[in-house]
């Protein structure tokens, strides 16, 4: 264990003994044997980087536009569920880091605070160019479209008043994954905790599953969605070119290849494994945005070599959290920020456009001489 | 070693406890060096799952229908010898436990319980629809066609009077396969236990080995088995597409691939590798049945996307009824159903007969970028 | 540590008790990171027989026909050096089992016993059907060339003249392997122990090691050694397709597919993954001798699946011996010839000729599903 | 930890002992999770030897002629840094070892005795037949192009000047790598030593990390170099075909495959896997040289195998000169030396000229049968 981390694996174990054991595990599981949540990290190791040399990279630009909105770096962070539980900053915590490095955060529908507070977070930090305008490019909300449909619009309504500037729709859950150790080990929000966006105030996981509608499709809900709202949809969990196409044909203004961080059906393939064959099918129409496993600058590299515009992280914001609040978010970003400029340094990257698939290669073809 | 048993996997150490040291060393047991048993289980995690998202996956059927039956799930259980040795509910606890979930069971012909008696067991089952029809479709009875071919018509007999509703003959045990773990510490039958088919009782498994005859071929005994029943006859044992092709034109109702849970010949291939060639040569002219390292619902839904129409688990049924008899196996059997369903909803699958190839890639095609 | 071995596996750590360390170490290195040597046996585990059933399998014969001789089994005995380091029995002990089972034994040059003694004690079998035969089928000689022909010309005349059968030429050592155990602990024979078929006996390996010729070749010396005997040739050591087409060129009887067990070159490919291209090559015109690594009876059925007549073991004679002189090599090879039978029984191959490349796949084939 | 190494592995545990915990940490390090430093070493053991037999190997010729000399063998020293950290015999005990024995060193330009010094020591071998020529042949300088043209050119024009017979300009370290053991324990150079090349003495690696210029490219830079002195120029640090066809055009002398040993972008293909496709775009225009994860005379055969001219070793000369300063160099030149001469004299090359791509397989092709 170390105490001065200088990347993010060096977060693990530093949050592990911070959280309370029950977090942690609600945190690190994955779904049945964890295969696809070790696989997502692993599967970046069988790429490799082809770096080019002896191009002038005195000047590198992380910025990537998207929406409309000049990101600082692709790199953004992933929903996760209920963050006071790392931290008393909680998701404002992360908003407020998020925003003062312009980068982005998908906010849960899962939240400890409410989207409205999270938003005013953003807005409070000092020098933030979107303080009072319409729309706050660094905060986008995620939506589970739960059965009562009423209270899924009324979110969107809310989000979308608040200021978040594009909508995560999560289409991987509709029936939560089977989490051995949290079978084990039921989670309980602590009492002195709420799910913030909901008034009633359900206090159970089983309690959100049954919430969300199993029946939700790409005939009915996207139409429905895009007639309830003007902000960009992005659908997340796609991991088929099947799907990728259907999306396009939806109309959806993005696609969020994930497997939910391997927390729903173990066994699928990782997201990096998968993007391939989505950017293919996808052929640019519209960005794609990745997240699982990312850990390192190099790992966003590939994902960008791969087809992704975007690239995020789920776990390693809430270890980061745990870690130091805010400040703990701002170091783990800039872990990455780093790390990715000096991956484009390295490899003779100066823009983000300039990362295709040319700089990538399989281990297996290297391992055929 | 878990109290509360989440998963299949939970149930082994368990076991392990709850039994005689030299039961669970027959039982978990697999020839020479176990690399096809542990191949078995190993080569599952080899292969991937294509989830599809946004169908509406409210109503999930798993039912599936064969030799003119509607099982409630595509799970069985295959036919494992001396099950009082686990449980005092011994065979006839399965049965219960199989009865009662329609679902289907193979009695081996190594029973320590006689087969009239197990099928009065599952007749007993409270509500079972079948109480006193002719035929038991939840009860399938395995055959080694001992070289004394007249004690193997009786036994076919006796199965056919007492109600079982198919006849599985297992070709893959000419001789035994070479056990060590069981040659270091040779296995006795207790002297309380009885091989129950058997009028006079062979107390050693060297006296089965013996009574099996390796002649056994296709153009003899297929026909003759055919002459004498009318039930399906199920040929257990298949790895390769030519034998396939052969059962097929030997006019068998159903193809079992299995390697007898890695404990015949080591380092054939693990059943679900064999399963692809066999599917192919098959194209569909008879169902296939798959046993042998399933654990998990993902297995079963690999194994039907890959061609199989039913699929068995041989070792968990053991385990399960050592952790707590009929109880014990019907938890288990619960969760391969509730995985299987699950991975159909979060896979995008709402029947059965949706499970198509399409669902499935190998990791070695991710491999390749 | 087992006291009552079942297989070859087994005899690996009573060997070790029971001689001496240097012993040990001079018998079980092989050449610098030992790769190659782990690979000889790691190898057999990437290839899957396939198993054919419901043939009459109740007569299985293990008899093959080499050098107009008819061996019991497809199994043999590799060269290796200086026996009684492992047991008072020494090479007399190997030859009397070999003999007895009408197996076949390779003396290597460097014996602890002449080899005239050896050959003596394999007709002292009691019934040996070739107590007073010219040729003694069971026995061959293996050759190093000499620098000094005359001494090499000689050793080849003593063998012809006692009745060996078959020449063995091994061509991989034109210079000792670098062995790292022996080099930090320098192997001596013992001083009761002679380099019996040498008059003035060198007592070292270094000696030994500059006695071999360096610039033995293909154009002057096989046609040489074609003029002074008119036993069988077995060229031992090849490894490429190049130089098998080379040595039926050159006129050699057999050819023998070997890496000296992994102690010459560390890195060339395991001798089973040699065997497919050397079978392409060869096309039948000599037979083809396969050894390391080989330890099962699945082993010598893929070796011969692949191309290979008949199938030798080095280090577990050695092994065998170690453990219980001529008795233990009798066990070592029953496991063997029994796991064959087996084998043969549970893949349906009735005769050694029936084993042919349909019996055989890699294990990447079945990763492609 | 042995005492008496007969291989170049058993000098890193001795050198571990000898040096202090941050040379230590500074040497061994390599980039964020060293996967690329790890493949360095692993991927040579994924690469097979094909021996040819039977070819008179009792001459066996190491010589390679690079830049109108011949070199006694195709093993060189990769510049590294500050050697006095290891051995007070420092670079010039390295450059006696190597011009002793007719190889070639690379010296860094960061190192603790000026270059001149270093010339001097390797005319003041014994015999050596330089000693008074214009030219060095044993000795090469590695340039880094500092923001500073100015101090740039002053050391190409004095290395030219000291005699230094080949300029290696390194191109792949725009920026240093991230080495997290570095940074987690920052190195500083022990007061007693200089970075002996430059006049004002920069104390830390941040100091020359922001001298390199990340500004320096293809079109720029080389021209100037060729403008400003008439030595051969290696560009060292190519991984790509790309770059080597640019270098070709560029009209440099030879190309250094390299990845800095694992220490600049990590997950970049390891040397030898990048080496082929560097080999096919270069059709023999220029030599190439490749360092990176050479331990043993194999690895040198493989990459003469694959293309490679020149191959030279990074780490193993500063273990070598830690456990035993100039001799111990020497004795680790004398390892790959005769494990080269060995492997040559197994597989059937006499000469260097004679190790082809036919020699070579990979594993992957073995596995396919
Ligand atoms: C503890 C936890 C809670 C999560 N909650 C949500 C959620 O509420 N909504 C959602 O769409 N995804 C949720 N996810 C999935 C993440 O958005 C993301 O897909 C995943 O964490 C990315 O993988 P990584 O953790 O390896 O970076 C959650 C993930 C974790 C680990
Ligand atoms: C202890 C044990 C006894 C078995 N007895 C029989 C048997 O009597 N007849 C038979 O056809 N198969 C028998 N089998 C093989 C099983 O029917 C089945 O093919 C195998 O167990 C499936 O693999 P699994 O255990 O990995 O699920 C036995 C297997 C085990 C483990
Ligand atoms: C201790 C030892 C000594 C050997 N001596 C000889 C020998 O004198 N002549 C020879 O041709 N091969 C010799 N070999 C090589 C063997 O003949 C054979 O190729 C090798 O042992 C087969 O591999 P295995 O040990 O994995 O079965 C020796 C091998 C060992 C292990
Ligand atoms: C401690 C250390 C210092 C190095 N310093 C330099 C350097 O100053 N200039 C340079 O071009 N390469 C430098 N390298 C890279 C080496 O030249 C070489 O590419 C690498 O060490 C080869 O890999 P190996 O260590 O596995 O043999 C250094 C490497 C190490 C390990």
């Known amino acids: 264990i170390v105490d001065n981390p200088v990347c993010i694996k060096d977060l693990e174990p530093i949050a592990k003994r911070k959280i309370s054991s029950s977090a942690w595990s609600y945190y690190s599981t994955g779904a049945m044997d964890e295969e696809t949540m070790r696989n997502n990290v692993d599967s970046f190791s069988r790429i490799r ?25 692709p790199v953004g962070i992933s929903p996760t569920a209920m963050m006071k539980l790392c931290h008393a900053d909680g998701e404002a915590g992360v908003a407020r880091a998020v925003a003062g490095l312009n980068q982005a955060q998908t906010l849960s529908t899962f939240t400890t605070m409410s989207l409205e507070d999270v938003a005013k977070a953003a807005r409070s930090v000092p020098d933030y160019p979107f303080k009072s305008a319409a729309r706050i490019p ?18 969107v309504r809310r989000a979308d008043a608040a200021g978040y500037s594009a909508l995560v729709v999560t289409v991987d859950t509709p029936q939560l994954g089977r989490r051995l150790h949290t079978i084990r080990e039921p989670f309980k929000l602590p009492t002195d905790m709420t799910h913030a ?18 029946s939700v499709n790409w005939n009915r809900d996207i139409s429905w969605l895009r007639s309830i709202t003007k902000l960009p949809i992005i659908v997340k969990g796609i ?8 999306a396009v044909q939806a109309g959806v203004d993005a696609i969020g290849v994930s497997n939910h961080g391997g927390r729903q059906l173990d066994s699928v393939p990782s997201s990096i494994e998968a993007l391939p064959e989505i950017a293919r099918a996808v052929k640019g129409r519209v960005p794609i945005i990745l997240d699982g496993g990312v850990r390192k600058g190099t790992d966003v590299f590939k994902a960008l070599a791969l087809g992704a515009t975007y690239v995020c992280v789920g776990r390693p914001s809430l270890y980061a959290l745990a870690y130091d609040g805010e400040e703990g978010v701002r170091k783990m970003l800039g872990f990455l920020n780093e790390e990715l400029r000096l991956a484009m340094t390295l490899a ?3 823009k983000v456009k300039d990362i ?3 700089f990538i290669r399989a281990e297996t073809e290297y391992s055929r001489l």
Request: no cysteine.
């Open 49 to 73: 980087i082809r770096p080019r040399v002896l191009r002038d990279v005195s000047n590198i630009d992380t910025t990537v536009t998207l929406f409309g909105h000049t990101y600082a770096s």
């Open 138 to 155: 660094n905060l986008w909300f995620q939506l589970y479209i739960v059965e009562d449909r009423h209270k899924a619009e009324q979110l």
């Open 197 to 214: 966006n909901f008034e009633g105030n359900s206090d159970s996981l089983a309690a959100i599953n049954t919430a969300v509608d199993a």
């Open 239 to 246: 991991l088929t070119a099947e799907d990728a196409e259907l």
């Open 348 to 350: 003779g990257a100066t």
């Open 356 to 358: 295709n698939r040319n």
